[in-house]
């Protein structure tokens, strides 16, 4: 018998092992941090906020490339404007905006509760506003329906995460009865890992795969900055991080997003801070193909995070960094 018949010699062996290690890295091994930069320019869909289209297209001039989808947010001071009045979903109509719209939606408005959300008692209400999507040929938009579900900054945060879930399930069901293609976007704070009615975990508050086509987070650079490799892992793999989310949006068969992120000069934040945006860059590159979109929030508002890159340019070092890395090749 000659020896070794029938085995793999051992350097086949070796080189097999190695290739293997590799494949494993490269997937979702962009959740940790990465030694080698990643190539510049932008493969996904990548956008910014914008109370109208010229406001997003602006962004373009700024990028050197075409905006892919505007971050819009409904009114929600009553149930006309919340689902039946024209804004913002007519000023972004495809004639005037061709890419991608995400509209943020709370799940009722200021004077409703989570509760009667549950009871059904609000379904006639999101039948119709299925039916302004249809009418200005918004029905595949991304519906970021209860975004930042986890703040207790906002009012329709989680109290009791089963009934919270309740009205979003139905939710989902009315708005799908007259807009079946609408992309439902269940979207969370980043850095908030607790709900704050209960303190529960914030993964409890996830309503099941059927109600859910894509897992989002919003990430600004604070709570804590990431301003090196170490900071940056802690914060990405925050029950509530980016890093996390990617990793179940994967385990779930869905594409993830973040529909806002940017410096920050608030809540303890980097401030103009180029590591941050490097970091976000290699992160869309190695996850790009379980990327749905991503947008950077431009606010120069005073009370806001103060992230403008663009008209002001509040952060110099971040919008070249950002140039460099997500301008057009």
């Known amino acids: 018998m000659i020896a070794g018949r029938g085995r793999r010699p051992r350097s086949h062996l070796v080189s097999l092992l190695l290739l293997i290690i590799g494949l494993l890295a490269t997937g979702l091994g962009a959740c940790s941090s990465s030694p080698e930069p990643e190539p510049a320019g932008v493969h996904w869909v990548s956008g910014t906020n914008g109370n109208y289209p010229a406001d997003v297209n602006a ?3 700024f990028t050197g490339r075409k905006i892919g989808v505007a971050i819009v947010f409904t009114s929600r001071k009553d149930w006309y404007s919340l689902v039946s009045a024209d804004w913002p979903t007519a000023a972004f109509a495809r004639d005037k905006f061709p890419g991608e719209l995400s509209i943020a939606q709370p799940p009722f408005p200021e004077n409703g509760d989570e509760a009667t959300c549950a009871s059904g008692a609000y379904d006639n209400y999101w039948r119709t506003f299925g039916a302004t999507l249809t009418k200005f040929g918004r029905v595949d938009a991304y519906l970021r329906l209860g975004w930042e579900f986890n703040g207790a900054f906002n009012y329709w945060h989680v109290r009791n995460v089963e009934t919270w879930k309740t009205c979003f399930r139905r939710t989902v069901t009315a708005i799908r009865s007259t807009a079946p293609t609408v ?8 850095h908030t890992d607790k709900l704050p009615g209960s303190g529960q975990d914030v993964w409890d508050a996830y309503p099941g795969d059927q109600y859910v086509d894509v897992v ?18 802690r914060q990405c793999h925050q029950r509530s991080g980016l890093c996390t989310v990617i990793r179940f949006a994967h385990d779930h068969g869905k594409k993830f997003a973040v529909p806002e992120w940017g410096v920050a000069w608030s809540n303890g934040g980097g401030k103009d801070n180029p590591f ?18 991503e947008a950077y929030y431009n606010t120069s508002e005073p009370a806001n995070v103060l992230s403008s890159l663009y008209k002001p340019d ?7 960094r950002y140039r460099e890395l997500f301008g057009a090749r």
């Open 59 to 61: 962004w373009g001039t």
């Open 183 to 190: 992309k439902i976007d269940w979207n969370m704070n980043a």
């Open 216 to 233: 989002s987070v919003d990430s600004y650079d604070f709570f804590p900055p990431s301003t090196n490799e170490a900071s940056w892992d």
């Open 276 to 293: 941050y945006i490097g970091k976000m860059h290699e992160m869309f590159v190695a996850n790009a193909a379980d990327l749905a979109y």
């Open 314 to 320: 509040l952060n110099p070092k971040s919008s070249k």
